[in-house]
């Protein structure tokens, strides 16, 4: 995974915001139906939180405000923080991220239709990789702290 996105990669990003504002909660609606296709995906997630709604709300809300911040992300750090903190808690690993692309870009198709061109989604690969890369790194840290203090109480 790259670094940085390139600047036509954010520029691309930042261009679906006003589709992502009007359609995400569609979008992130046929993301979940596509992922829990996967029984082991669908037992990863809270199902009271899909049943009323509120995960693909809140992950509607999140891919808007990386479109619209993914060139200052540091904006979206308390996010990225409370997002990272919430997959250790649910026992989220690097290996259920491509699923969720697998699932998430499709979806964006499915619902944007001849709008989603093979080069927004293209950027949006890119782009979901790149924040992927971010929330793999954090959790690993946040992993390893907790197994170390795991270590440290077995020792009292």
Same mark, same amino acid.
């Given at each position: 995974?790259?670094?940085? =996105? ?37 037992? =990863? ?89 971010? =929330? ?21």
């Amino acid at each position: 995974m790259t670094a940085t =996105l390139s600047s036509e990669t954010m520029a691309i990003v930042k261009s679906t915001a006003p589709a992502l504002q009007k359609y995400g909660l569609e979008i992130t609606s046929r993301m979940y139906e596509r992922l829990f296709v996967d029984p082991e995906m669908k037992a =990863l997630f809270d199902q009271a939180a899909q049943k009323s709604g509120e995960q693909p709300k809140r992950l509607a809300g999140a891919i808007l405000a990386f479109a619209q911040n993914v060139d200052k992300l540091s904006v979206l750090r308390p996010a990225i923080e409370s997002m990272a903190a919430r997959h250790v808690e649910t026992h989220i690993k690097p290996e259920h991220y491509p699923a969720v692309a697998a699932a998430l870009l499709p979806a964006i198709r499915d619902v944007l239709g001849e709008a989603a061109t093979d080069e927004v989604l293209a950027a949006w690969g890119e782009a979901y990789g790149f924040l992927a890369d971010i =929330l793999i790194k954090r959790e690993a840290t946040l992993y390893a702290e907790e197994a170390e203090a795991a270590e440290d109480y077995a020792k009292v």
